[in-house]
């Protein structure tokens, strides 16, 4: 009798069962940093009830199921009407179900509501992140609308409801609703003031009808969408914000003809879209002519969902590639004892966790709402976006690497982080656009900058290299010769001391210390797994653990 050839070892146990976020040190201490002490217990219940759902098995075969049974778009029923219907797997639904019910689109009414939110939602989306689209659009919809006091009054208690409800219906027959964004056409891109979707008014004071085609239109299932078109005002066309109802009051279904579902490098659970207008009835929102600035307080909203995705996608990955080398044996111990695998986790580890760090300053920044904070924001959500979307394709592909062969199979999920990964640098403006959404701050609202060197400043002289790195970014503003082609260095600049200062300020040493020494010290190669070896490389990883050490 031969001896069985098909023994499993050596092979690490799958990371499930585990609570996303208590064992997310970086996160938890954001949290405990920013929080009113009052509600700190009260917050971190909370979380931990949307971490320990995250990490469940059940939550990852949802992710599984919904992002392998992708949406599927019925443009007619079987007597050739119309409908426009998309259809999820139910473990789509039961996804953005549950964001919903955990108030992942109300940050806009709760004291810490902004922290909170974006600590769940960096927490719930590592579980499929897809479901993620309409979850930031919803919640980012508020201070849009907030520029018509009658439609926020009418729509804004259901974008912030905690009951999802996924019919077809008028909205004011829903207890919660759904918000979607059509901004994008297919001659203009990010170049909204090339769009050519036309607004005819009606006979209604403040109503509209649409003609016009948007390239994307994310979550075409939604209840209404925040979309832009352009007024005939005087013989000049005139950039205007506009909410189309999915459904109408009447109960008919609103012109709303989509025409095609994109098929995506990643975010496969998510249905993005093409739709075209013809006569489609709106409602103004705002002036005419003040389209692009109604709708900017959604885009700067969902901007920090964008480094919030992706330091979500980085931190679960970070945590796959440790508790992986954790359990991988390989040249005669645990790989994650090896000292240059220690370096590769250590490194990525310090990138998901600046990333972390940075993006719950600025939630918190939402709270405080403080002169100073709202000129802070201007200048650091674009920055933060910028370089933390950057960052993230290199640490899922860093991460799928640390698994080896199996890391580059599906079933470990990382090929769907690493798919994933570039989305949030495209979404909500590339890197160049916020480059020079930077570069114009910078050029007329100095009170920004003046607000963005005052947060950077907290931490001058607790550390060298971070001073050396502010001083050299303080000659590169000031050199305005070609400075649109240096933007995006620039940018990083701005982006590399605002994570050292709040590094230096908040986190352990040896996290502070690798830092300064690697992003502003000049001591790092050009890929991951090049820290100084005399730095403190064990902590870092053992902060990384997803799972605590026996």
């Not at 709303?256 to 249905?271: M, T, V």
């Amino acid at each position: 009798m031969t001896a069985p050839t098909h023994t499993v070892t050596n092979q690490a146990p799958p990371l499930v069962g585990h609570d996303v976020y208590r064992t997310d040190r970086a996160l938890t201490e954001a949290v405990a940093r920013h929080a009113d002490p009052s509600r700190l217990a009260e917050i971190d219940a909370e979380l931990r009830v949307l971490g320990v759902a995250a990490g469940s098995a059940q939550a990852q075969k949802w992710g599984e199921q919904a992002n392998a049974h992708g949406p599927v778009l019925r443009t007619h029923d079987r007597y050739g009407n119309r409908i426009d219907e998309v259809d999820f797997h139910p473990s789509w639904h039961r996804l953005l179900g549950h964001a919903v019910t955990a108030g992942l689109t109300d940050a806009w009414s709760r004291p810490d509501g902004h922290l909170r939110r974006a600590a769940g939602f960096l927490v719930w989306t590592q579980a499929e992140a897809g479901h993620g689209c309409p979850v930031s659009m919803t919640h980012a919809a508020v201070p849009a609308l907030r520029a018509d006091p009658e439609l926020a009054a009418e729509w804004e208690p259901r974008l912030r409801s905690r009951v999802y409800d996924p019919r077809l219906v008028p909205a004011d027959e829903k207890p919660g609703a759904l918000f979607g964004m059509g901004m994008t056409e297919k001659q203009g891109g990010s170049d909204v003031r090339a769009n050519t979707t036309r607004a005819e008014p009606l006979a209604e004071a403040g109503t509209y009808a649409l003609t016009g085609h948007k390239w994307f239109c994310s979550a075409p299932m939604s209840d209404g969408f925040l979309v832009l078109a352009q007024v005939d005002d005087a013989g000049e066309d005139r950039l205007t914000c506009f909410l189309v109802p999915r459904v109408l009051a009447d109960g008919t279904r609103n012109r709303f003809a989509i025409q095609r579902l994109k098929d995506k490098l990643g975010n496969r659970s998510n249905a993005s879209s093409e739709v075209e207008f013809g006569g489609t009835w709106a409602r103004r929102v705002g002036e005419v002519g003040r389209g692009v600035p109604t709708i900017i307080e959604m885009v700067a909203a969902t901007r920090l969902d964008c480094a919030l995705g992706s330091a979500a996608l980085m931190r679960q990955a970070v945590a796959q590639a440790v508790h992986h080398a954790t359990y991988r044996r390989a040249f005669g111990g645990p790989l994650i004892d090896k000292p240059l695998m220690r370096n590769v986790l250590a490194d990525m580890a310090l990138e998901s966790e600046a990333a972390t760090t940075t993006a719950l300053r600025l939630a918190a920044a939402y709270d405080a709402d403080t002169e100073h904070e709202r000129a802070f924001r201007r200048l650091a959500v674009a920055v933060t976006k910028f370089w933390v979307t950057k960052r993230c394709p290199v640490v899922a592909a860093e991460a799928l690497e640390c698994l080896g062969g199996n890391g580059y199979v599906e079933e470990s999920g990382l090929p769907g982080l690493f798919r994933e990964s570039p989305l949030n640098s495209v979404w909500e403006g590339s890197g160049n656009v916020q480059a020079l959404d930077v570069l114009r701050v910078l050029q007329r609202e100095p009170h920004a900058l003046n607000a963005f060197l005052t947060e950077i400043g907290r931490a001058r002289g607790a550390d060298h290299r971070l001073d050396t790195a502010v001083k050299d970014l303080l000659g590169e503003l000031g050199d305005l010769e070609g400075i649109e082609a240096r933007a995006r260095g620039i940018v990083e600049q701005m982006a590399l001391v605002l994570q050292g200062s709040l590094l230096v300020r908040f986190a352990p040493p040896a996290v502070a210390d690798a830092f300064a020494a690697s992003r502003l010290g000049g001591d790092w190669g050009h890929t991951f797994g090049t820290l100084p070896p005399t730095l403190d490389l064990a902590s870092l990883v053992t902060r990384a653990r997803p799972v605590p050490e026996d």
